[in-house]
């Protein structure tokens, strides 16, 4: 049985901590302050409860969370053109590519087919042009008419566009060809052209299950530009009503910081706004990961609400309880811990920004929050 348990009896946390007594010993004041605990380190080392230092929070600052993003237009996912399969696989993930590497082998019925009629439509385009040549002369001669002549030149243009259209298949497929009537780079046969890299990157995924028949529109390579980072911020309608273009954004995490680029306010289905920002100072960042963000507004706040209450301290999100419905902090003291009323600025999963008057060296409660709290409610 955990020790945490917000409804744990005070008497089992007797006993937990091999019989030793646990005091909660404080005046009440007129305010009715919460009550200080008095905890040995070995009763401390029971419980789990760890302490660490609080941290100076800029004025204004806001907590959000953010995922790591390429900006428009730097990834790319490529797909299978046709239903077929992977006969070979020339990249790995990691790897990096440039414009026209060769990633793989693509083999399909329906690849061959495809080109068969683009051969077949650019023989038909030969004719046709001939055609119109010939019956050019004759017509100079005065031997056909000229409705001839049109009819000729109608099939010629009907024949380009056919063997446009079987071109533009074959360049959207994505594919690459020696030629349309030879073998092609992969050595693979008519039915097998080469996947090649559209931009240059790194290969972040990668269908690695060779000969495995998929069905067109499977995926099969994602590409990204890593070059340039941007972070996917999510938000609160009033934190994103705080925001504008050019503001600065913190990692602190990952020693990275950030640009304000874009914000939308407005709110999705879970009520949640989004902004985005340009990755100035890359840091450690990487994409895909989820990530703590401290966003600076440049306009100072000037309603009621939000006026200064104290100093403002950066504290764990757990190390937040409650007492009597307000926000309070467990902060260590010589003799255990006395409960601090706080008010919550900004929070995030992983952070909270408080005000409260603590002093720059003081120590919160960062684990083991809920048998404190059970303490707290004991003498309640």
């Known amino acids: 049985m955990a020790f945490n348990s917000p409804f744990l009896p005070f008497t089992f946390l007797r006993r937990a901590a091999g019989?030793?007594?646990?005091?909660?010993?404080?005046?009440?004041?007129?305010?009715?302050?919460?009550?200080?605990?008095?905890?040995?380190?070995?009763?401390?080392?029971?419980?789990?409860?760890?302490s660490v230092g609080i941290q100076a929070a800029q004025v204004g600052q806001l907590l959000a969370s953010a995922s790591v993003t390429t900006p428009p237009g730097k990834d790319i996912t490529l797909t299978a053109p046709y239903a077929g399969q992977l006969s070979r696989v020339l990249v790995g993930l990691g790897d990096t590519v440039r414009i026209g590497t060769a990633l793989g082998h693509f083999t399909s019925p329906m690849v061959g087919d495809a080109r068969r009629q683009w051969h077949e439509a650019s023989l038909e385009a030969q004719n046709t042009r001939a055609a119109v040549q010939r019956d050019q002369a004759l017509f100079d001669e005065g031997i056909i008419p000229a409705v001839r002549l049109q009819l000729s030149r109608n099939k010629d243009e009907a024949a380009k566009a056919a063997l446009q259209s079987r071109a533009a298949e074959l360049s959207a497929s994505g594919l690459r060809f020696d030629g349309p009537g030879s073998a092609n780079a992969s050595g693979g046969g008519y039915a097998t052209g080469v996947l090649q890299s559209p931009i240059s990157g790194v290969v972040v995924d990668a269908f690695t299950s060779v000969g495995q028949r998929v069905e067109a529109g499977t995926v099969l390579f994602k590409l990204a530009d890593t070059r340039e980072l941007q972070l996917d911020i999510q938000l609160s309608g009033d934190k994103a009503a705080r925001l504008k273009v050019g503001d600065a954004v913190s990692i602190p995490a990952r020693n990275a910081q950030a640009q304000i680029t874009g914000v939308s306010r407005a709110l999705d289905a879970g009520?949640?706004?989004?902004?985005?920002?340009?990755?100035?100072?890359?840091?450690?960042?990487?994409?895909?990961?989820?990530?703590?963000?401290?966003?600076?507004?440049?306009?100072?706040?000037?309603?009621?609400?939000?006026?200064?209450?104290?100093?403002?301290?950066?504290?764990?999100?757990?190390?937040?309880?409650?007492?009597?419905?307000?926000?309070?902090?467990f902060v260590a003291n010589a003799t255990g811990f006395t409960a601090q009323r706080v008010r919550i600025v900004s929070s995030n999963d992983d952070l909270t920004v408080i005000e409260a008057a603590l002093p720059a060296t003081a120590k919160v409660a960062s684990t083991g929050i809920a048998s404190l709290r059970a303490l707290l409610q004991k003498d309640e």
């Not at 005091?23 to 200080?36: D, E, G, K, L, W």
């Not at 008095?38 to 760890?50: F, H, V």
């Not at 890359?282 to 990530?291: F, K």
């Open 271 to 329: 009520q949640s706004a989004k902004a985005r920002a340009k990755v100035t100072q890359r840091g450690s960042l990487q994409i895909g990961e989820a990530v703590s963000v401290q966003l600076q507004p440049g306009l100072a706040v000037t309603d009621a609400s939000s006026k200064a209450a104290g100093p403002a301290w950066t504290v764990p999100s757990r190390a937040l309880s409650q007492w009597q419905g307000q926000p309070v902090v």
């Open 19 to 50: 019989c030793a007594t646990f005091s909660a010993v404080v005046a009440f004041s007129a305010a009715a302050q919460p009550p200080a605990l008095t905890l040995d380190a070995k009763q401390q080392a029971t419980l789990g409860i760890r």
